[in-house]
């Protein structure tokens, strides 16, 4: 398969790229990791734009991001805590926080009565 994408230009600056409707849903993935807007076309017709919400994660942050975990797993060796340990704790801590949260809204509902 053809992977069409075409790049407007302007004094050297990279204004936009272009990419058709199809294209962009085929590739949608590849698509939401650019840094750049894309400009979506159907028909040679401009029907929408992509902006990135962020820009793309660099090197160094992925660096950075296993260097952290790196560290995290260390931890954990060293404390002997599982991944299971930390996951059910998480759940149980989630669940007592939405059993107050209800508890509380609840009561607010009663206070307004």
């Not at 929408?48 to 995290?72: C, M, S, V």
């Not at 299971?84 to 989630?94: L, Y």
Request: glycine share 4%; net charge positive; aromatic share 6%.
């Amino acid at each position: 398969m053809r992977h069409c994408v075409y790049t407007r230009a302007h004094k050297g600056r990279t204004l936009e790229t272009r990419v058709g409707v199809k294209e962009f849903r085929a590739h949608l993935p590849a698509h939401l990791e650019l840094a750049s807007p894309l400009a979506i076309t159907r028909h040679g017709e401009t029907i929408g734009f992509y902006i990135p919400a962020r820009p793309g994660r660099n090197q160094t942050e992925l660096d950075a991001l296993a260097e952290a975990a790196a560290k995290l797993h260390a931890m954990m060796s060293a404390l002997r805590i599982s991944q299971e340990d930390v996951v059910s704790e998480f759940k149980a801590r989630r669940k007592a926080a939405k059993s107050w949260a209800d508890k509380r809204l609840s009561w607010m509902r009663m206070a307004r009565l």
